[in-house]
Nanobody, 118 residues
Framework: QVQLMESGGGLVQPGGSLRLSCAAS????????MAWYRQAPGKQRELVAG???????NYADSAKGPFTISRDNAKNTASLQMNSLKPEDTAVYYC????????????WGPGTQVTVSS
């Protein structure tokens, strides 16, 4: 199906920035939507930002403004630019793809750790 691999995570100070990347392989031409999720310790996985094949985006309230999701279809990548990071943003970030109508087929990456701490 679709294989996803995240990169770009790491340790950053509050107020700093990180750019996460998601590389897709496999049945990439069938991908409709892509999204970034995150899961903090002891919490459920939550949507951070999503983007359709046409470029329509949606964000969690906490991500509006400081975060920007984008995709490069030619390079088969999706990115999440994270600015003004806060300790509350500490989590494992996952890339997700949807294929088919209404996200009929779902693929997940293994995740990348983001830690915001002084």
């Amino acid at each position: 199906q679709v294989q996803l691999m995240e990169s770009g995570g790491g340790l950053v100070q509050p107020g700093g920035s990180l750019r996460l990347s998601c590389a897709a392989s496999g049945s990439i031409f069938s991908v409709n939507n892509m999204a970034w999720y995150r899961q903090a310790p002891g919490k459920q996985r939550e949507l951070v930002a999503g983007i359709t094949s046409g470029g329509l985006t949606n964000y969690a309230d906490s991500a509006k403004g400081p975060f920007t999701i984008s995709r490069d279809n030619a390079k088969n990548t999706a990115s999440l630019q994270m600015n003004s990071l806060k300790p509350e943003d500490t989590a494992v970030y996952y890339c997700r793809s949807c294929s088919g109508y209404g996200c009929l087929y779902v693929s997940w990456g293994p995740g990348t750790q983001v830690t915001v701490s002084s």
